[in-house]
Each structure stands twice: as C-alpha cells, then as structure tokens.
C-alpha cells in the first residue's frame, strides 16, 4: 500500500475532482443515466471499484459489495464508483444496471486507463477506498469487504487495527455463546426447520463443521462424520455438531443439510465469514472441537476423523497422543500385505487382467500410482513416468508399479490403464480408500514408495521421479544422498559465474534449480542452471561452458553446492481475474 500511497498522495496530490474528471467532464452517471457532479461527493468515503462483466469472480463479488453499499450508503455518506474494464459499451450498460452507484462513463476511455494505471490495477474485482480529497485510505477493499463487510467502515488502518484487536480479545474470551450467538439469534436451528436455543448446547463437546456441499472433499467427508456422530449419539455422549455451511446456493444448502443428522446455522447466515475467520479457516472440510468449557480444543479434526473415525474422540491432545503412538507401531509393522490385502482381496489385475497375488509381490520395491484420467497433471505425468518405469524395470526385476485409480467410470479407468505397462488394483476396489488414508493422500498425481520390506520410503516419490527420473530409485535416503553427492562433484569445475551473449543484461550465476527450460536450446534442464533470479533466465551448463557463447568471470571453480478463462489479455482463476 505504501508504494501507491505514495503515488497518489506524495508530491502534488491530487483533489477528487481532478482524480475524477476530465477536461471535457466534471461528472459521473448513474446506471439510468442520470448525471452526479463529482463536487457533490465532498465529505464521502469513496470506494473505486474496479471490475467488468466477462469477469467471474466479480460477478461473483458486485451482490456483496451491493449489500455493503445499501447498508453503508444512506447511514454514512459512503459512495462507489465502477471503474469499468469491459470492452464493449453493451456489456459495460447490463453489467451496471446491477450497481446502486456512480460509473466513470464507459464513453471516457482516457480516464478509465489513467485510473488503471495510477492504482496499479493487476486483477479485478479491485476496490480501492480514498477520502473526498483523493487520498488513499485501503486497497484492499476486496478483501476487506469480503472479510468484515459493513463493519469495516470507514476502512481506514486505524479502524483495521480496532477489528484486528477485537478479534484477539475475542479469542483471548471465548465462549460458546460468544462463537453461535448473534445480537439477532440465539439459536440454531435443525434439519426440520426447528429452533434450538443455544443455551441447551452448553457443557457439551461441539463440532463445528464448515463445509461447502458442492466441494468434492466435503462430500466425501461427511458419509464418514455421519458414521462416527451417529455412533457417539448411540453411545449417549454430549456430544453435537453444527454445520457452518459456506454455500452461496440456497438449494444446495437445503438438499444437503435435510439428509444430515446434525444442526446448523441458518442459510447465509452473517456469523459464517466471521466464524471462518474467527477459525482463521484455511481448507475444507474442516471440524473444529470446542470442549465444554466452549475453549477450543482442536482447530481441525477432519483428518482424524479420516483415519481413526470414532477411536479419535473426544479428540483431546491425550488421545492424540494415543493415537500417535499406535500410528507408530502400526507403521513399524507395516507389510506389503498388510496394507493390500483385505479378505478375499489379496490381488491386484496384470494388464492382461489376470490376478496377480499380493504374496506374488512381496520382497520388491513397488510404486503406488495414485492417479485418474480426468485429471489433466496426471495425464501429463503418466508418460515421464511410463519412460521412468521402462528404465527402472530394465535395471531390476524386483521392481513393480501399481496404479491406484480415483477415476469415475469404468470406461475411463480402462481407457487410461491402456496407457499403462504395469499392475493395477480394480477400479472401484474398496481397498483405494484405505490406501489413500496410508499414504495421507491429499491431491493426485501422488506416488509412494514401498520398500522390499513392505514398509513406506517415501511418499514424494513423484518428486523424485520429476527432479531425477529413474536415477531416484529406489528412492531411499541413503540414494537420495549418493545423488546430491554426485551432482555436487558435477559442477565442482564449473564457473561460479559467466557472462553470455544471449543474456548479456547480467552475469548468470551457477543456481540450484529443480527443474527449468533452458532458453537457448528449449530443452527441460535439472539441478543445475546458470541462472538470472531478476530476468528468469536459464541455461544448461552445456549450453553457458562452450567458449564461443561466453566468458568466465566470478571466482572460477564452484564451491561444493554450487552456491481459466481468458479475455483480451487477462486470465481468471477462481477467486481474481489478472492481467496475462
């Protein structure tokens, strides 16, 4: 913020109306046309918002800001103005019909550009707050708003440091009544519509579920939670659960919640935002544990609740630490067969679809592929590490791959094993779920190692494959260690620093990096690059050492270690729109 503070406010800060106005106008247009002179704006707080209509994640962020401004507008003088980033007058029209506020017409181009470029604007939805002399108060106004809506007003730093104080007080304080109850309810409310006071949850365990019902995660999740409150519930334990739903789509909200068992607070309700960041929420699902008292005692428990289900409550750190030393001795006596074998489920397919009996597989190093077609980084992995697994296999016959599918069909599960030289569980094989768990899978591609002895290497297996190829196997430390070693003893002749005359802005610098393009002979380089951290510019040694191409400079020898969606030009993600 201080580099633009300083900008619009340092030197000859400019007044509202000439940041507003431009020579042939001293006016700003509401959406029926209606002209508003910028002098009338005197003694308001004014918000600019930058935004357009081909972008989402504004079209998802205007109904708030709408309801902020309503709230703000007639009580305290707060006014905004749409700084427009659409190209076409049409869309420039609909999209405003939607806003209660002022626009820099979409006619003054000039404007609307010299505002882009004073402001920094690099992604939208963008809301910057300055006074009525132009002065810069919050550019953040996005997340602000997002954060604490209304009562961020009059987002100045000053009242940004009261809020962030009030929410430490309200931690320090915590109670139950403090976290569910609002000045407008005191109760939550059940799968049939029924109020439950508050006041009837105190002295009990509290799980407070946040949850999205479209998210992918979630839904898997909750079958599991359901399982484990149903079963304290028949175990007569004070224990209960409300859902603090973060759905925007109240029909979602209501098809989920009805199938539930627990409470929950009503749809929309305003407490939700503020409770995710109360919990300074960072992924979903997430279970937070308040114990009786209404304290916190586990910020997230859905991890747990994964792997230990109702074994894991009354998820105290005494319990944790239970649960941790079984972990221990559950890893330790770790087999192949322990963790592939389930009753009668004691084989995984060979690609002619004959079983292949775990028994048949104990004593090699085996590599669990955890994988799916529709998922576009494993498509792009599986052919490196098809190459990967050709070289390794050449080398050892004591080496075997199993793919371990999280595909949605039968006909895509076949299409992409096609693809593959090596074993597979069934699709659909029950025994994914409980593999998953293992080996704490939390995205996909994943691959884990699995040592002769049945015990886990290493779950960032596909780490080493992408940085070392087959050279990683079998990807224990004692190899990982030979193989620092002999890039150490690669580059101990090598220049520190060269000069080269496709880069001859800066030296280039003998750098560890992982995996990068060299831009002289657009192949993929590893480990070592000559390197320019302030222009990203990359060479292979092979490419930096001819002596055609460069001169050497520096110290001579190294020392050991080497010292979405677009639209004209921007590209959204789901949360910000930013220029390409």
């Not at 404007?111 to 919050?138: A, E, Y």
């Not at 407070?208 to 939670?225: D, G, H, I, M, Q």
């Not at 048949?360 to 599986?382: E, M, Q």
């Amino acid at each position: 913020m201080a580099e633009i503070a300083k900008e619009v406010n340092g030197g000859d800060a400019q007044d509202l109306h000439s940041l507003l106005s431009s020579p042939a106008r001293d006016f700003l247009v509401r959406n029926d046309g209606e002209q508003v002179k910028i002098d009338s704006l005197t003694g308001k707080k004014i918000g600019l918002y930058f935004s357009a209509a081909w972008c989402g994640p504004c079209q998802r962020f205007t109904p708030q800001l709408v309801e902020v401004y309503n709230e703000l507008s007639a009580k305290s003088g707060f006014e905004i103005i749409f700084v427009s980033g659409d190209e076409e007058e049409e869309s420039f029209r609909d999209y405003f019909t939607k806003m209660p506020w002022l626009a820099v017409p979409f006619t003054d181009s000039e404007t609307r550009d010299r505002l882009d470029q004073l402001f920094k604007v690099r992604g939208i939805p963008n809301l910057v707050i300055v006074d009525d002399h132009g002065k810069l108060v919050n550019e953040n106004g996005v997340g602000v708003i997002r954060s604490y809506g209304a009562d961020a007003y009059p987002f100045t730093p000053e009242r940004m440091k009261e809020i962030k104080e009030e929410e430490d007080r309200t931690r320090r304080e915590q109670t139950l009544k403090s976290v569910l109850v609002t000045p407008s309810r005191d109760f939550v409310i059940s799968r049939d519509g029924s109020k439950v006071p508050v006041s009837e949850l105190e002295g009990k365990t509290i799980g407070l579920l946040f949850s999205v019902a479209s998210y992918t995660r979630c839904t898997e999740f909750t079958p599991k939670l359901v399982e484990v409150y149903e079963k304290l519930k028949e175990n007569k334990e004070d224990f209960e659960i409300v859902l603090i739903s973060l759905e925007d789509d109240e029909e979602s909200y209501k098809q989920d919640f009805e199938t539930k068992p627990w409470l929950a607070l009503p749809f929309n309700d305003k407490s939700s935002s503020k409770l995710a960041r109360h919990f300074m929420l960072s992924t979903l699902p997430t279970l937070v544990i308040l114990g009786p008292d209404g304290k916190i005692r586990h910020s997230n428990v859905a991890e747990a609740i994964d792997d230990y289900g109702v074994l894991a409550y009354p998820f105290t750190p005494e319990k944790f630490e239970e649960l941790k030393a079984i972990e221990k001795a559950k890893t330790e006596a770790q087999t192949l067969e322990s963790i592939l074998v389930s009753g009668d489920l004691n084989y995984v397919l060979g690609k002619d679809g004959a079983k292949v009996l775990v028994s048949d597989l104990v004593g090699k190093n085996i590599l669990l592929y955890f994988s799916a077609h529709w998922c576009p980084p494993c498509r792009a992995f599986t052919p490196k590490l098809v190459e990967v697994y050709k070289q390794i296999k050449e080398r050892d016959e004591a080496f075997e791959l199993i793919f371990i599918s999280s595909d949605r069909d039968q006909e895509s599960f076949d299409e992409y094993y096609s693809q593959m030289p090596w074993l597979a569980l069934p699709f659909g094989d029950p025994r994914k779920t409980s593999l998953a768990r293992t080996f704490k899978v939390g995205g996909i591609p994943m691959l884990a190692a699995v040592g002769p002895t049945g015990k886990t290497v290493t779950k960032e297996a596909r780490d080493l494959v992408g940085a070392h190829g087959a050279d990683a196997y079998p990807f224990t430390e004692e190899r990982l260690k030979e193989i620092e070693a002999k890039y150490n003893e690669m580059a101990k002749e090598w220049p520190v620093k060269v000069k080269h005359a496709l880069h001859e802005e800066h030296e280039l610098e003998l750098t560890r990096v992982r995996v990068y393009m060299c831009d002289k002979c657009d192949e993929e380089g590893q480990i070592w690059s000559y390197h320019c951290e302030e222009c990203d510019f990359d060479l292979h040694a092979k490419c930096a050492l001819k002596e055609e191409a460069n001169t050497t400079g520096g110290d001579g020898a190294a020392k050991e270690g080497g010292g979405g969606e677009s639209k004209d030009g921007w590209v959204c993600d789901g949360h910000v729109c930013t220029k390409a």
